[in-house]
């Protein structure tokens, strides 16, 4: 785990043709020098960039007008080196909050990153932003689409503190596709809407969220609209790199052991499902029960019923790994024993049917065990 005093990890990522870029950010009210100045960059250049620099280890939240001229001096130190203009740069920062960043740490070494780039880099960049996690997510699509194909690379990291409510805690989408600008802004908060924005490790939104996709045109295809022939081939591609990586972060999240999916049926909208399954997902009783693979389904209906929806609680089912464990609000008849079993395995499934309309929800979260503790407890020292 990186902590202050042993020097931020640094990435620099760079396309070699101007790209468009759409980005999230925190929803946090308190937001990170580099959320602010990439979100600046963004607006002056109008989507368009050819450079992200991320470091690891310091936040470079909460560090006022220094934390903006440090932000902004990285932003322009990669600048000259790639002679590209200020605002076709943008940053990420993640680590410890409140502690001033001296940019010299970070543009020191931006002459050995410019000459270490390289196609092939990607899974240095993922190991080099790195904090509490204990492996690089990467993954990796190609689609085809009419006679040539494009790619897709995600990068992503994060294992505490998340529960992104438009963002991640730091998420990169590549692609060599050519996007219409107003689709590319679309496709990425739909497809953030149901992979990143599904899922919760301790339910603490970041200071530093962000999720950038990067579409610099490369493969030579035709611009990608919302009216295109190519467009839903290119959205499931996107979706399932963005998913797959939003669930390896709950997979790899602090302590944890488990990963449980909570699917909310019946309801009768799906805001009212997603409200249900998020207060499932958000509660330590339902996550600490998880981890010690005790079936206590009381607290699952607790926390449905504490959603802020209107339920009945005499419709409710509740269902851990296939196995009926609540019936229509009380108990159920089961074996104990091999709901313990089925709780112990890495997947977890808790289905929760409301009976009271069609609609439906998904949300991912992990397990609460003494690690997570641990690890929190001496994050700065």
């Given at each position: ?63 006022g ?15 000259k ?13 993640t ?58 690379l995600?990068?992503a ?47 603490d ?38 998913h ?111 009976g ?25 020292t």
């Amino acid at each position: 785990m990186r902590r202050h005093g042993s020097g931020p990890d640094v990435c620099l990522m760079y396309s070699t043709e101007p790209a468009r870029v759409a980005a999230v950010f925190t929803t946090n009210r308190v937001k990170a020098a580099p959320v602010l100045v990439s979100r600046d960059h963004l607006k002056q250049s109008r989507g368009v960039a050819q450079a992200i620099l991320v470091n690891a280890g310091n936040a470079n939240c909460a560090t006022g007008a220094a934390g903006m001229r440090a932000a902004r001096e990285c932003a322009r130190e990669v600048g000259k080196l790639l002679g590209l203009g200020e605002d076709q740069v943008l940053v990420a920062s993640t680590g410890v909050i409140g502690v001033a960043l001296d940019a010299h740490v970070i543009t020191d070494q931006l002459p050995a990153l410019a000459r270490r780039l390289h196609p092939d880099g990607y899974r240095a960049a993922a190991r080099a932003i790195l904090t509490t996690d204990t492996r690089p997510k990467v993954v990796g699509r190609s689609v085809r689409l009419g006679k040539r194909s494009v790619r897709i690379l995600g990068i992503a990291k994060g294992a505490g503190m998340i529960y992104p409510r438009l963002a991640t805690m730091l998420g990169f989408l590549f692609t060599d596709a050519a996007v219409e600008p107003r689709f590319l802004d679309r496709a990425l908060r739909g497809v953030c809407g149901e992979s990143f924005n599904r899922i919760s490790v301790d339910g603490d939104t970041s200071t530093n969220d962000a999720v950038f996709l990067v579409a610099n045109g490369a493969s030579g295809t035709p611009r990608i609209g919302a009216r295109s022939a190519a467009a839903g081939k290119f959205l499931r591609a996107l979706s399932e790199v963005a998913h797959t990586l939003a669930i390896e972060l709950v997979r790899d999240g602090e302590g944890a052991k488990r990963v449980l999916e909570i699917r909310v049926e019946s309801a009768k909208s799906e805001q009212e499902a997603d409200a249900v399954a998020r207060s499932i997902a958000l509660s330590p009783l339902v996550k600490t029960a998880i981890a010690g693979a005790d079936p206590n389904w009381g607290r699952i209906l607790s926390a449905a019923g504490n959603a802020g929806v209107q339920i009945d609680p005499g419709r409710v089912n509740v269902y851990i790994n296939g196995t009926l464990v609540c019936r229509r609000g009380g108990a159920a008849e089961f074996s104990e024993p091999a709901v313990e079993r089925a709780l112990r395995q890495k997947d977890v499934l808790v289905r929760v049917t409301l009976g009271q309309g069609k609609a439906a929800a998904r949300f991912w979260t992990s397990d609460f065990t003494e690690e997570y503790i641990r690890i929190n407890a001496s994050y700065r020292t």
